[in-house]
């Protein structure tokens, strides 16, 4: 897993780019991971978190994902002009609502 991090500290900035084999770098990649993990109370992201944990080591416990919620896709067809017509009488009724 490449890691590519710029961390502040009080004497300016650092950067590094590099997969974390360096215990330095494993150890500073597991923080921001534990961090972030016990931070964040999406289901989906802290399995997706879990799973980068693996790389250094870290073991979380997967989360049940509530369903994915259901999408819909609108294709609009017409001219260009015709197009934009409609997109600006939909953002004017969304204004008026």
Known sequence: MPVAACLL???GSEQ???NPYRSV????VSSVIRVAW???RNPRVRNALGACGRYVDLEFPREPEPP???VSRIAVLGTPEARA???RQLKAHRRSV
């Not at 770098?25 to 500073?28: N, Q």
């Open 85 to 87: 017509e409609l997109l």
């Open 9 to 11: 500290v009080v004497s």
């Open 68 to 70: 994915e919620p259901e």
């Open 16 to 18: 590094f780019a590099c």
């Open 38 to 40: 016990e931070s964040c």
């Open 25 to 28: 770098v494993a150890d500073f």
